[in-house]
């Protein structure tokens, strides 16, 4: 006997090739005899063929497919826009471009037999044949960079020492939005992470799984030095412009300054310039490199903060 439906939610931008490979990935589900699903694909302005390519998946998926189009230009739009649409009491978001085993959702239904609102998975790389990471990369910022969260083979609950989660493998039961908000549409990317935070604010608990696992899709053309740096910059960005939302580190932002500057962002870039410098003359590429991307992100950190105190949204880049 069905329960219920699981909405999945998927928000795409000029990524048909990559999509492709979600939607079949979905096709290939084990069923649930107590849960039902649809798919809700929020094209956010694309101008490749996504559109044609939902077309031509509409009959495999048996009208359990749904497109929707959202011309403002933002992930959290389109989000926001297929939340609206979902017909399902439980919303699970994954990406455009990440591999789903096919118990998936077969898990994401029995982990709601129990007591849960709010839960996340594991988010593993998955790279293509025949490359390998770059000898200058920790693992801890590939990880970072794209999206990729473990914290360790057992289930539990989240707490303040975790830094957040990925919108990749999330699931939540749709009446939790009513109480935290919807996704925040200013935000560049971070939206996951901030919404993460409000729920927390609320006294939800967010329980983490470890068995229910998506692979996340690496591109060769993005593992670059470029690539990283504006990741962490941007990222930083995000940080700087919504600290004053943050009200555990507020505070420390604000505390103290120095030529109107939070006086903690100068001592810390000049500390990470330092290490920097150290381990390259080490000849140690991965330390070294490691110490450069928490430059970049205080630098970002820095902007974001002038963003704000400009009365400017937390998009580093405007």
């Known amino acids: 006997m069905c329960q219920g439906q699981i909405s999945v939610i998927i928000a795409t931008y000029n990524r048909c090739n990559s999509l ?83 118990n998936w959702l077969y898990k994401i239904a029995g982990a709601f037999k129990k007591d849960i609102e709010f839960a996340c998975g594991k988010v593993t790389p998955y790279f293509g044949n025949g490359f390998k990471i770059p000898y200058w990369c920790p693992e801890k910022i590939l990880y970072r960079v794209f999206g990729c969260v473990t914290y360790g083979q057992i289930p539990r609950y989240l707490t303040d020492k975790d830094p957040g989660l990925s919108g990749m493998n999330i699931f939540v039961r749709k009446e939790i939005f009513k109480r935290v908000g919807s ?35 690496i591109l060769r053309e993005r593992l670059t030095k470029k690539h990283f740096r504006n990741y962490h910059y941007i990222s930083g960005g995000f940080l700087g412009g919504s600290i004053s939302e943050i009200k555990q580190i507020e505070n420390k932002i604000y505390k103290r300054k120095i030529l109107n500057i939070p006086y903690w962002i100068i001592k810390d870039i000049l500390i990470e310039f330092i290490k920097c410098i150290f381990f390259i003359l080490l000849i140690q590429p991965k330390k070294s490199f490691l110490h450069e991307m928490q430059l970049f992100y205080l630098l970002g950190t820095l902007r974001g903060v002038r963003n704000y105190a400009k009365g400017k949204c937390n998009n580093p880049d405007i």
């Open 183 to 217: 996704f925040g549409p200013t935000f560049y990317r971070g939206q996951d992470t901030d919404f993460y935070f409000r729920a927390r604010q609320l006294g939800i608990k967010i329980y983490y799984l470890p068995t229910i696992v998506t692979f996340h899709k």
């Open 20 to 102: 492709k490979d979600t939607l079949d990935c979905l096709l290939k589900q084990k069923p649930s005899l107590e849960w039902d699903y649809e798919v809700i694909v929020a094209d956010n302005n694309s101008t490749d063929e996504t559109r044609r390519l939902i077309d031509s998946y509409m009959s495999k998926f048996n009208e359990k497919l749904i497109y929707l189009f959202e011309s403002r230009q933002g992930k959290s739009y389109a989000l926001n826009t297929a939340i609206k649409k979902a017909k399902g009491s439980i919303i699970a978001f994954t990406d455009d471009d990440t591999i789903l085993p096919d």
